[in-house]
């Protein structure tokens, strides 16, 4: 049974940094693709970005120049480092382990959430 275990997040003021980790746990597969999304109040569940087994990426537009997506596939691990942090960026963050390839992006399994709460 494969399980994401999200973690690293919490609380920063605007400006601030926090680095998300997400660890696919009970699975020697690699995902070919991995994502962070997340769910601000009220809103709905947005992709933020993903990577491929290859390393390429995809952000969303609001993220563009301050987040950055990786993995390391020798762990199974995937990380979101989030810099300069805006108020905006509070959400549930959620990891997701898919599927990627022929032009088709395929979700998995989803992580348990992990809380990001920006401040002025």
């Known amino acids: 049974q494969v399980q994401l275990q999200a973690s690293g997040g919490g609380s920063a003021q605007a400006g601030e940094s926090l680095r998300l980790s997400c660890e696919v746990l009970?699975?020697?597969?690699?995902?070919?693709?991995m994502s962070w999304y997340r769910q601000r109040p009220g809103k709905e569940r947005e992709l933020v970005a993903d990577?491929?087994?290859?390393?390429?990426?995809d952000y969303a537009d609001a993220v563009k120049g301050r987040f950055v997506i990786d993995r390391d596939n020798a762990k199974n691990e995937a990380s979101l480092q989030m810099s300069d942090l805006k108020p905006e960026d509070t959400a549930v963050y959620y990891c997701?382990?898919?599927?990627?390839?022929?032009?088709?992006?395929?979700?998995?399994?989803w992580g348990q959430g992990t809380q990001v709460t920006v401040s002025l």
């Open positions: 990577i491929t087994y290859r390393g390429v990426t």
């Open positions: 997701n382990a898919g599927y990627a390839g022929g032009g088709e992006k395929v979700l998995g399994p």
């Open positions: 009970g699975s020697p597969n690699i995902y070919s693709l």
